[in-house]
């Protein structure tokens, strides 16, 4: 048991410093980031964004220490509403594009890909996200009990359960107003840059001869998976 947990914990780590230094190093290119995290070496890799990740990794060997429970609460606090940002984000980032596109003029059979709950599915992941974001800030403003505790307890509790929200308004907003970046609207949008020109009619024909000989098994599968 204990290798297959080693073995799973060294993947997860791999792969998150895999991820976070791509990340790190795509954020630097657009400016939002260091420049110098966008270094590449001559093997591809993203030298200082990885000595970055690595360094903050060693904030593991703080759960050997005597509070490391006060350190889990808050290393938790501060990644715990990450996954709801990200995906949030996601979901509005695809409304704006479907919207945009339709502006624009283009139709649905000009995508190569297309998210099977479509538009109106990332509508709803978006109201979910922001749903539980509300429950997520009533549970850290109002916790259960509230009245019997102090208001340094209170504003603890809050910041346990909401920290992320300020940390990510911390990094948004001082962006926004010293870069002066706008608020794209659906006619502003650039939807060509780093398209890949293809045959679009030749690839969708294609697609809908194999989707059509698709045993009925394999249509439901696809539907659903």
């Known amino acids: 048991m204990n290798v297959v947990i080693m073995i799973a914990v060294l993947s997860v780590g ?3 410093v895999y991820g976070s230094t ?26 200082f964004a990885i000595i970055i990740a690595s360094a903050i990794g060693y904030l593991s060997y703080i759960g050997a220490s005597d509070r490391q429970g006060d ?3 808050w290393m938790l606090a501060l990644s715990g509403l990450s996954s709801i940002f990200t995906w949030g984000s996601i979901c509005l ?15 649905l059979d000009e995508l190569a890909f297309r998210s099977q709950p479509g538009f109106w599915g990332s509508v709803l992941g978006f109201a979910f996200n922001i749903l539980v974001l509300i429950a997520q800030f009533w549970t850290g403003f109002a916790p259960i009990g ?4 102090t208001s340094a307890e209170l504003v603890q509790n809050f910041f346990q359960a909401y920290l992320a929200a300020p940390i990510v308004l911390l990094f948004y907003l001082p962006y926004k107003i010293y870069y002066k970046t706008p608020f794209l609207t659906v ?6 840059t780093g398209r890949r ?3 679009l009619g030749h690839l ?11 045993p009925v098994w394999k249509k439901a599968y696809k539907f659903f998976c």
Do not use: C
């Open 93 to 107: 980032a695809h409304v704006r594009f479907r919207q945009a596109w339709k502006h624009q003029g283009h139709s």
């Open 204 to 214: 969708l024909a294609e697609e809908r001869a194999e989707r059509a000989s698709w």
């Open 187 to 192: 006619d502003m949008m650039d939807l060509k």
């Open 22 to 47: 791509r990340t790190l190093a795509a954020l630097a290119e657009q400016r939002q980031a260091p420049r110098f995290l966008a270094y590449i070496d001559r093997k591809g890799r993203p030298l």
């Open 197 to 199: 020109d293809l045959d």
């Open 71 to 73: 350190a889990f609460t």
């Open 14 to 16: 791999n792969s998150s």
């Open 146 to 149: 509230y009245s019997d505790m």
